[in-house]
């Protein structure tokens, strides 16, 4: 069968709509589809009648609402179609009520407070924006979560709270614009997926990857990724088998699976998909890394979704492809040809340049995490500064916009590269800059420090809400103007004038920028979660949320401690994880290696008394000493550990966490490295950074 022919196969798609809905059921799909316009119970009684036939004829006996809490992944409770006949038979039914509507215990999902143990009901309400599909026999329905007081309890419901936030404003800015055709504007992502694979065979053998997803103990190997040779290099048998069957179970789900290649570091690797629809691409998503977990573990592999599973090489991302469209095929991001004559295009990038400015904060706290903040400016992802980058053209322009200069455009250079067989073609006319947290790339901005394992659901509610918002600033000013013309260009001018300080198209590496960013600029420096996520509550951001009706400001509060609770959480786990490894397998390691050492040593003396036993000696006492020092910061972190669960307020535990867990973990790790360098192999209890990232042949 073709790869057209099984495209979305498992999913109860528009062509699936029109093929077994009557006309008038289908028209109004499309135009709740379209223009997110809400469908009476009539009409959702026929769409579930149509929706369990096709699932029943592909194999489901079950469906269930499938929806993303605050835990950072999925959650589903499956229920059968069977209903009573009467005589022990049954018919199977499924109506628009329980399509539309499912309940779950919300008491025991991360609730921040919103919910008390007692209080256990919550809601799940069908997105009919987002194709039900099939996985694993059971219909799956993408739905929003949330309590029963109505607050949002997981990752989807504000999503869409934001993009009908930007849907209004935008619109509002189109008409002034003389735009009366488009009647919807929707922001789109493609969502690129680094990942890591290892063999199943060594990873069953590491606790830490195991409980905690990275290693916590581990020497580097006499060669990582230095010579560059594993990015884009050649795939691997075994890796090339795993991402074709991993296409193909995508395809069948719909989800617009393109690019796959090597990453940086050995056994990394990467999916990119087509643009899609924000929550359809945030649904995308979280199948992504659930099918990349299921198809490598049929390979006998291992999917490490952690954003720095090794220290010592690059770690993984999640790159945010966002733009804006209109539902007539507009991108509002593209420049054209002549962007400097293109004024709704640079009203709308000023728009995302004041909101990155202004909400930099929000953005870091979108990407705030345990695992995150071990990535984040590490050579390897942006700082945790967040800038823009534009490249030359924009940033000249810009600059004689605000200069209120002519801007002289430049033809475009053609790649020459010296061989005449080769073809000539236009070079783009900006770089790329991997360096930059926000940067613009042709037609979109790529947000690139989001980390491997999060959901893309809140980086984007936080873009949209902060650009929804200069939208808004935008549409009240020029609504009121007297010339829109004039006040146009005075709007564009102020701007960039007042938000140029987050524009920065140099390297985000380089010592001098943080320093220049920070005391210069005045940007933020958040550099780890808990120094982060305190200020989601800040006055304007809770406003924010709430002008737009995104989140309610017990909603940001809730959220605000669910995140600190699962960083407390995340390094607690990895704490008791180092004691148990080193209590039970380290230390009794590096005890009997020197062990064995001390009894060479005496047998050698007892043959030839003036033998010369540098190497077991030396090797000896130094193995001695780091197991004494690993004993003594296993000690420390033990009582670290027990204290941290007396301290109260989570923010307060989790700065603890950081500030004194944190170092001491770090210490004890370079104890334990050290020993693996000088202890036998045979000796040592698990398998080593060689024997994992050279794991797949």
Request: proline residues 4%; charged residues 25%; glycine residues 6%.
């Amino acid at each position: 069968m073709s790869i057209p022919d099984y495209f979305g196969c498992m999913v109860f798609n528009e062509a699936c709509m029109k093929a077994r809905l009557p006309k008038e059921t289908y028209q109004a799909m499309k135009k709740t589809i379209r223009d997110g316009k809400s469908l009476d119970l009539t009409v959702a009684n026929v769409v579930a009648n149509a929706m369990k036939d096709w699932a029943v004829e592909h194999g489901a006996t079950h469906y269930t609402h499938w929806f993303q809490p605050m835990t950072g992944i999925t959650a589903e409770k499956h229920e059968s179609f069977i209903s009573p006949a009467g005589k022990g038979t049954v018919i199977m039914e499924f109506s628009g009520k329980e399509l539309v509507k499912g309940e779950s215990d919300a008491s025991s999902f991360p609730s921040g407070g919103i919910r008390a143990t007692f209080e256990a009901r919550g809601y799940t309400a069908w997105d009919p924006t987002s194709y039900a599909f099939i996985k694993n026999g059971t219909l799956c329905i993408p739905t929003a979560f949330c309590s029963f007081g109505g607050e949002a309890l997981d990752k989807k419901t504000p999503l869409l709270r934001s993009m009908e936030a930007i849907n209004r404003q935008a619109l509002r800015v189109l008409r002034l614009f003389g735009n009366t055709d488009v009647t919807s504007i929707k922001t789109t992502v493609g969502a690129e997926q680094e990942y890591f694979l290892i063999d199943r065979d060594v990873y069953d053998r590491r606790k830490d990857l195991i409980y905690t997803g990275r290693t916590l103990f581990g020497a580097k190997p006499p060669k990582g990724q230095e010579l560059d040779d594993h990015y884009y290099g050649t795939i691997k048998p075994r890796v090339a088998a795993f991402m074709k069957e991993l296409d193909e179970e995508l395809w069948k789900l719909g989800v617009l699976s393109k690019t796959e290649h090597n990453e940086v570091a050995p056994s990394q690797h990467e999916l990119a998909p087509f643009f899609t629809t924000t929550n359809i691409a945030s649904d995308h998503n979280q199948l992504t890394m659930e099918v990349m977990k299921k198809v490598a573990a049929k390979h006998h592999m291992v999917c490490l979704l952690h954003e720095k599973p090794f220290a010592g090489v690059n770690g993984s991302g999640k790159h945010n492809n966002w733009s804006i469209s209109t539902n007539t095929g507009v991108n509002l991001l593209e420049p054209g040809e002549t962007p400097y004559e293109n004024a709704q295009f640079l009203l709308f990038l000023c728009a995302v340049i004041k909101a990155v400015d202004e909400y930099a904060d929000l953005l870091r706290i979108s990407v705030a995490s345990a695992g995150n903040d071990h990535r984040l400016g590490a050579q390897e992802a942006p700082p945790a500064v967040v800038s823009m980058f534009l490249g030359d053209e924009l940033s000249e322009i810009l600059d004689a916009i605000e200069a209120d200069t002519a801007y002289d455009a430049k033809e475009k250079t053609l790649m020459r590269v010296g061989v005449h067989v080769l073809p000539k073609f236009p070079r783009d006319t900006t770089d790329r800059n991997r360096t930059s947290p926000f940067a613009f790339t042709g037609n979109k901005f790529e947000f690139r420090m989001l980390g491997s394992a999060d959901t893309i659901a809140c980086a984007n509610m936080m873009i949209n809400t902060a650009v929804a918002e200069e939208l808004r600033q935008f549409a009240d000013y020029l609504e009121g103007a007297d010339d829109f013309h004039v006040a146009l260009n005075s709007l564009i001018r102020k701007t960039i004038k007042e938000h140029k300080r987050i524009i920065f198209n140099g390297n985000g590496y380089d010592e001098s920028w943080i320093e220049e960013a920070t005391t210069v600029r005045g940007l933020p420096n958040l550099v780890s979660t808990p120094d982060a996520l305190p200020h989601y509550t800040d006055e304007k951001n809770i406003e924010l949320f709430a002008k737009h009706k995104v989140l309610s400001e017990v909603e940001v509060r809730s959220r605000c401690e669910i995140l600190l609770e699962n960083y407390v959480k995340v390094l607690h786990i990895e704490a008791l994880t180092m004691i148990d490894m080193t209590n039970k397998d380290l230390l009794p390691a590096m005890s009997r290696y020197a062990k064995t050492l001390c009894k060479t040593i005496a047998e050698k003396k007892s043959v030839l008394p003036d033998l010369d036993c540098t190497y077991e000696t030396a090797t000896a006492a130094r193995l001695s000493e780091l197991t004494n020092d690993t004993f003594h910061l296993l000690q420390t972190l033990e009582q670290y550990a027990v204290h941290a669960k007396e301290i109260g307020s989570t923010l307060e535990t989790a700065m603890y966490y950081k500030d004194v867990v944190l170092p001491c973990m770090e210490q004890l790790r370079k104890c334990v490295d050290e020993a693996e360098t000088i202890t036998a192999k045979e000796y040592w209890p698990y398998p080593s950074y060689g024997d994992m990232l050279f794991s797949i042949k």
